[in-house]
Nanobody, 125 residues
Framework: VQLVESGGGLVQAGGSLRLSCAAS????????MGWFRQPPGEEREFVAC??????????ADSVKGRFAISRDRGNAKNTVYLQMNYLKPEDTAVYYC?????????????????WGQGTQVTVSS
């Protein structure tokens, strides 16, 4: 499985960005998907995840109400999205997409098998 993130960039506080993660492989619909981030000088942290069915989502408290994760299971797009609204400077980080073949809806990084290369999000004040 290969995961390729896109959509990062520089945005002012209060603005929005939408990250995309394109996944290869015909079994994408059986993977739970998650987004994690790593702020400068800090450890990687959980942001959001979506179940393999797309019917359930879970968010870190720090982004709840501002971010929304979704997945496109149709039309062979094999893509998961992270819509980020009302961005804050503390959201600045490298954002990573991840796929889990065995854990549905997990906030634990070690339960994800595959990772993308990351995309930088910078929020200016």
């Amino acid at each position: 499985v290969q995961l390729v993130e896109s959509g990062g960039g520089l945005v002012q506080a209060g603005g929005s960005l939408r990250l995309s993660c394109a996944a290869s492989g015909r079994t994408f619909n059986s993977y739970a998907m998650g987004w994690f981030r790593q702020p400068p000088g800090e450890e990687r942290e959980f942001v959001a995840c979506v179940s393999w069915s797309g019917g359930s989502t879970y968010y870190a408290d720090s982004v709840k109400g501002r971010f929304a994760i979704s997945r496109d299971r149709g039309n062979a797009k094999n893509t998961v999205y992270l819509q980020m609204n009302y961005l804050k400077p503390e959201d600045t980080a490298v954002y990573y997409c991840a796929a889990s073949t065995f854990a549905d809806e997990s906030a634990v990084a070690s339960e994800y098998d595959y990772w993308g290369q990351g995309t930088q999000v910078t929020v200016s004040s």
